[in-house]
């Protein structure tokens, strides 16, 4: 390369319009395309070069390039004495910069040119022009060379031609055109792929572009010219051409030029439509969007008509038998796109229909062996065959006469599904380089369509398991009130870890529970359901919230490093009207007072993720009264990305305070104003899932509560049953006072039994059951057993368990608690 050229022009010269202009054509001319593979030997000898070389292209290919290419050296310049070079031999004739034989040893990083003279065929000579470009990248190509033979240029104007011609490089936007330039170099490389052509063509533009030097400030750019003198003969050739390739004739000498033409027209245009389709398809993994795309990619432009049929399994998002179909396999028509006037096929086939197909179809045989079948007219007879298929219609009109590719939908060696191509009778038929476009497409597409079943099944699983592991939470418990809504993520992935729950505890309180493990997908719908399954057994346990939070920490690290969640859990005691509240990393909650509408953010201890581990967590108590609202959710509700987190906690705050007709009405208004806010903010859409619980703590009348202290005493059994009966006749429910009077005394023997030194204490507690509760200073907790008839105990607890609607045993800090229910009567 001369970069002294370049370098040492003025700034003006890099203009190059005097120069395009004042040269007409000077930059037009027939090039010669050689590649060199890594090994040095030519993998690309392209018409021009063997034109210019004079040697065949299955002569060259496979061949070193320094025994075809003139390196500098080879043998010394002609002379008046010695006359020409012999055939064959090359001489070096002034070269510019390092010469090609440096380039073609891989010695130069940087592009180089030069000029060249070769011998031709009997006493004449050849005088060349040569650019050479080092490549680089993934692919076999190492080195890019262009010649051109100089001749022409030497005497384009009829008077004696150009003194001084050199070839250069220079950037393609110092021309007119420049975008033309860039648009036209890929006329002048071989047949490729499309990214590989794209990825030469970069190195290109980035090296230097091809130019011509008439003098230091006189430079115009090549531009290939494949050397056809009139446009309308070219056409008439590449016709003929045409004719012969289409009929599977070889094509005539005279005419192979535009034979080669016309198939790397083809072959590039099939590249660029499968290019285009590529990028087209698989924008998202939704199953139904993505065969949307695949139908719609390919009409109107390869083809009229497109039906894709689909497994009956695929469609539904489950698994099937990979083996091959048969006659009995249900396929669903999912899409259909053509050309035709509106509803022209709506009625004869219908979207989403399901029917199998009869083994004598080109159907079935695309689908049990997983080739592409191509009938290039649909006969009279095959179209009555295929008709029989659809019950009272007629679809014969729609096809016959109707060139047909049937392609196959595979991942995976597996069939998915096939697409029905048609064309209409005045277009050109199907050929076999359209069944090899279709296959390729159907492959690209069925890798995409793969991967959004895929996607589909695993997120049915995910859903199904998230389903399954939410709980159905009564809308009235013990005291109080309560609604929740869960609402699945937009995102792709949207399956997550939040959970909610609400646990029936000991002494007629509730345990609110939200929590959110990080992540989202299968693995986090998996944990949420571990952690959710532990927090409802240490629940039951009575264990304080603090202590409990401790324990589901040591739990996630002992699962695993990964397992990182947030928790806030309450206790709501209805008799003493307080929330018990510890908090885990988590937003906190807010507490809507009754009395004067007025909300709140309660400033809890934050604590520290589950699964961090080493952390203390720590309880508090809030004072609530009959008719205040908790509000407990998880993040997704009220953050937004590119929003701070304190907008959506104070929307929350004033929304949970607006009056509503019910609980369900009250969320309802959250989750629409917080949504009004982000919306209004500009910030898009809710992402991530949302978990989100509202109780209305209504509280326990002291009327509704009996407590009595008992001496651990058998001679006070009787006081207690006493006591139970009449206080139930005092509330109005003596349907209950036998059952109850039965249960209290098994219950208190039990305890007088095995209490230590403490009373006993009896409460009843009215809700919306009637509640029994014993407790004593004993710590081991009784257990149903099954006493044999010589047994003297054991058939206490037998007796409860058949009475009771429920019950159950707690540790309390003095000692146990045990504790039954009973239906109340229903009230006229």
Same mark, same amino acid.
């Given at each position: 390369?001369?970069?002294?050229?370049e370098?040492?022009?003025?700034?003006?010269s890099?203009?190059?319009?005097?120069?395009a202009?004042?040269?007409?054509?000077?930059?037009?001319?027939?090039l010669?395309?050689?590649v !060199?593979?890594?090994?040095?030997?030519?993998s690309?000898?392209?018409?021009?070069?063997?034109r210019?070389?004079?040697?065949? /292209?299955?002569?060259?290919?496979?061949?070193?390039?320094?025994?075809? *290419?003139?390196v500098?050296?080879?043998?010394?310049?002609?002379?008046?004495?010695?006359?020409?070079?012999?055939?064959?031999?090359?001489?070096?004739?002034?070269?510019?910069g390092?010469?090609?034989?440096?380039?073609?040893?891989?010695? *130069?990083?940087y592009?180089?040119?030069?000029?060249?003279?070769?011998?031709?065929?009997?006493?004449?000579?050849?005088?060349?022009?040569?650019?050479?470009?080092?490549l680089?990248g993934?692919?076999?190509e190492?080195?890019?060379?262009?010649?051109?033979?100089?001749?022409?240029?030497?005497?384009?104007d009829?008077?004696?031609?150009?003194?001084?011609?050199?070839?250069?490089?220079?950037?393609?936007?110092?021309?007119?055109?420049?975008?033309?330039?860039?648009?036209?170099?890929?006329?002048?490389?071989?047949?490729?792929?499309?990214g590989?052509?794209?990825?030469i063509?970069?190195q290109?533009?980035?090296?230097?572009?091809?130019?011509l030097?008439?003098?230091?400030?006189?430079?115009?750019?090549?531009?290939?010219?494949?050397?056809?003198?009139?446009?309308?003969?070219?056409? /008439?050739?590449?016709?003929?051409?045409?004719?012969?390739?289409?009929?599977?004739?070889?094509?005539?000498?005279?005419?192979?030029?535009?034979?080669?033409?016309?198939?790397?027209?083809?072959?590039?245009?099939?590249?660029?439509?499968?290019?285009?389709?590529?990028?087209?398809?698989?924008?998202?993994?939704?199953?139904?969007?993505?065969?949307?795309?695949?139908?719609k990619? !390919?009409?109107?432009?390869?083809?009229?008509v497109?039906?894709?049929?689909?497994?009956?399994q695929?469609?539904?998002?489950?698994?099937?038998?990979?083996?091959?179909?048969?006659t009995?396999?249900?396929?669903?028509?999912?899409?259909?796109?053509?050309t035709?006037?509106?509803?022209?096929?709506?009625?004869?086939?219908?979207?989403?229909?399901?029917?199998?197909?009869?083994?004598?179809?080109?159907?079935?045989?695309?689908?049990?062996?997983?080739?592409?079948?191509?009938?290039?007219?649909?006969?009279?007879?095959?179209?009555?065959a295929?008709?029989?298929?659809?019950?009272?219609?007629?679809?014969?009109?729609?096809?016959?006469?109707?060139?047909?590719?049937?392609?196959?939908?595979?991942?995976?060696?597996?069939? *998915?599904?096939?697409?029905?191509?048609l064309?209409?009778?005045?277009?050109?038929?199907f050929?076999?380089?359209?069944? !090899?476009?279709?296959?390729?497409?159907?492959?690209?597409?069925?890798?995409?369509?793969?991967?959004?079943?895929?996607?589909?099944?695993?997120?049915?699983v995910?859903?199904?398991?998230?389903?399954?592991?939410l709980?159905?939470?009564?809308?009235?418990?013990?005291?109080?009130?309560?609604?929740?809504?869960? *609402?699945?993520?937009?995102?792709?992935?949207?399956?997550?870890?939040?959970?909610?729950d609400a646990? /029936?505890?000991?002494?007629?309180?509730?345990?609110?529970?939200?929590?959110?493990?990080?992540?989202h997908?299968?693995?986090?719908?998996?944990?949420?359901?571990?952690?959710?399954?532990?927090?409802?057994?240490?629940?039951?346990?009575?264990?304080p919230?603090?202590?409990?939070?401790?324990?589901?920490?040591?739990?996630?690290?002992?699962?695993?490093?990964?397992?990182?969640?947030t928790?806030?859990?309450?206790?709501?005691?209805?008799?003493?009207?307080?929330?018990?509240?510890?908090?885990?990393?988590?937003?906190?909650?807010?507490?809507?007072?009754a009395?004067?509408?007025?909300?709140?953010?309660?400033?809890?201890?934050?604590g520290?993720?589950?699964?961090?581990?080493?952390v203390?967590?720590?309880?508090?108590?809030?004072?609530?009264e009959?008719?205040?609202?908790?509000?407990?959710?998880?993040?997704?509700?009220?953050?937004?990305?590119?929003?701070?987190?304190?907008?959506?906690?104070?929307?929350?705050?004033e929304?949970?305070?607006h009056?509503?007709?019910?609980?369900?009405?009250?969320?309802?208004?959250?989750?629409?104003?917080?949504?009004?806010?982000?919306?209004?903010a500009?910030?898009?859409?809710? /992402?991530?899932?949302?978990?989100?619980?509202?109780?209305?703590?209504?509280?326990?009348?002291?009327d509704?509560?009996?407590?009595?202290?008992?001496?651990?005493?058998?001679?006070?059994?009787?006081r207690?049953?006493?006591a139970?009966?009449?206080?139930?006749?005092?509330?109005?429910?003596?349907?209950?006072?036998?059952?109850?009077?039965?249960?209290?005394?098994?219950?208190?023997?039990?305890?007088?039994?095995?209490?230590?030194a403490?009373?006993?204490?009896?409460?009843?507690?009215?809700?919306?059951t009637?509640?029994?509760?014993?407790e004593?200073?004993?710590?081991?907790l009784?257990?149903l057993?099954?006493?044999?008839?010589?047994?003297?105990?054991?058939?206490?607890?037998?007796?409860?368990?058949t009475?009771?609607?429920?019950?159950?045993?707690?540790?309390?800090?003095?000692?146990?608690?045990?504790?039954?229910?009973?239906?109340?009567?229903?009230?006229?």
């Amino acid at each position: 390369m001369d970069r002294g050229t370049e370098q040492d022009a003025p700034p003006d010269s890099r203009a190059g319009d005097g120069a395009a202009a004042g040269h007409g054509g000077a930059g037009r001319i027939p090039l010669a395309v050689v590649v !060199v593979d890594r090994d040095g030997l030519v993998s690309h000898w392209s018409r021009g070069a063997r034109r210019l070389f004079s040697l065949a /292209k299955e002569d060259a290919l496979g061949r070193p390039a320094v025994d075809l *290419l003139p390196v500098t050296g080879a043998l010394p310049e002609e002379s008046e004495d010695e006359g020409p070079a012999p055939d064959g031999a090359y001489a070096a004739y002034d070269g510019l910069g390092p010469g090609l034989g440096a380039s073609l040893g891989g010695g *130069l990083s940087y592009p180089a040119a030069g000029r060249a003279r070769l011998a031709a065929s009997g006493n004449g000579r050849v005088d060349m022009l040569w650019w050479a470009y080092p490549l680089v990248g993934p692919g076999r190509e190492r080195l890019l060379v262009l010649a051109a033979d100089t001749d022409g240029l030497l005497r384009t104007d009829g008077a004696g031609g150009y003194e001084h011609i050199a070839p250069g490089f220079a950037l393609h936007t110092d021309f007119p055109g420049s975008e033309d330039l860039a648009r036209r170099l890929p006329e002048i490389l071989p047949s490729m792929s499309v990214g590989d052509s794209a990825r030469i063509v970069a190195q290109v533009l980035e090296l230097g572009y091809p130019v011509l030097e008439f003098s230091q400030n006189d430079r115009v750019p090549v531009t290939p010219d494949w050397g056809v003198p009139r446009r309308a003969e070219r056409r /008439k050739r590449r016709e003929r051409a045409a004719r012969a390739l289409a009929a599977g004739e070889p094509v005539p000498e005279e005419l192979r030029d535009e034979g080669e033409d016309l198939e790397y027209a083809a072959v590039r245009e099939h590249l660029e439509f499968l290019n285009e389709v590529s990028s087209r398809i698989g924008t998202s993994l939704d199953l139904a969007r993505t065969i949307v795309e695949v139908s719609k990619a !390919v009409v109107p432009r390869f083809t009229d008509v497109a039906g894709t049929y689909l497994r009956e399994q695929v469609v539904a998002g489950e698994g099937f038998d990979e083996g091959v179909p048969d006659t009995t396999t249900m396929w669903h028509r999912v899409a259909l796109e053509h050309t035709d006037e509106p509803g022209r096929w709506d009625d004869v086939v219908p979207v989403g229909e399901a029917m199998p197909f009869p083994a004598h179809t080109p159907f079935f045989q695309c689908m049990t062996t997983g080739e592409p079948v191509l009938v290039p007219r649909i006969s009279e007879e095959m179209g009555h065959a295929v008709a029989s298929q659809f019950e009272k219609r007629d679809i014969r009109p729609l096809i016959t006469g109707r060139s047909m590719l049937v392609v196959p939908l595979k991942a995976r060696h597996v069939v *998915l599904g096939f697409m029905i191509l048609l064309r209409h009778p005045e277009r050109q038929v199907f050929n076999d380089m359209d069944r !090899v476009t279709g296959a390729e497409l159907a492959a690209r597409a069925g890798l995409v369509l793969d991967n959004a079943r895929m996607y589909t099944y695993q997120e049915n699983v995910a859903e199904t398991l998230q389903d399954s592991m939410l709980p159905h939470i009564p809308p009235r418990m013990a005291g109080c009130d309560v609604a929740t809504r869960y *609402l699945p993520g937009t995102l792709l992935g949207r399956i997550g870890g939040d959970w909610f729950d609400a646990v /029936k505890l000991p002494g007629a309180r509730t345990a609110f529970v939200v929590g959110d493990v990080m992540g989202h997908g299968l693995n986090s719908a998996a944990m949420m359901g571990q952690l959710r399954t532990a927090v409802q057994t240490m629940a039951a346990l009575d264990l304080p919230p603090a202590q409990l939070l401790r324990n589901l920490d040591d739990l996630a690290q002992r699962l695993g490093d990964t397992y990182l969640a947030t928790c806030l859990y309450a206790v709501y005691d209805p008799i003493a009207s307080e929330l018990r509240l510890a908090n885990a990393g988590h937003i906190p909650p807010v507490l809507v007072r009754a009395a004067d509408g007025r909300s709140e953010l309660l400033d809890l201890p934050t604590g520290a993720p589950i699964g961090v581990g080493g952390v203390p967590f720590e309880a508090v108590r809030v004072p609530v009264e009959p008719g205040d609202r908790l509000v407990m959710c998880t993040d997704g509700l009220v953050e937004v990305r590119g929003e701070d987190i304190g907008v959506g906690l104070a929307t929350l705050c004033e929304s949970a305070a607006h009056p509503a007709a019910s609980m369900d009405d009250a969320c309802d208004t959250i989750i629409r104003e917080l949504a009004v806010t982000f919306s209004e903010a500009g910030r898009g859409g809710r /992402k991530d899932d949302v978990a989100l619980l509202m109780a209305r703590l209504g509280g326990i009348e002291p009327d509704d509560v009996a407590e009595w202290r008992i001496a651990p005493e058998p001679s006070e059994v009787g006081r207690a049953r006493a006591a139970v009966r009449e206080q139930l006749y005092d509330w109005g429910l003596p349907k209950l006072a036998d059952s109850a009077e039965l249960l209290v005394s098994e219950l208190v023997t039990n305890a007088v039994r095995h209490s230590h030194a403490r009373p006993v204490a009896l409460r009843l507690v009215r809700g919306d059951t009637l509640l029994c509760e014993v407790e004593d200073d004993d710590h081991e907790l009784p257990t149903l057993i099954d006493a044999r008839p010589a047994d003297e105990s054991g058939r206490g607890l037998r007796v409860v368990s058949t009475l009771a609607r429920q019950w159950g045993t707690s540790r309390t800090t003095a000692g146990k608690s045990v504790w039954c229910e009973l239906t109340l009567p229903r009230r006229r």
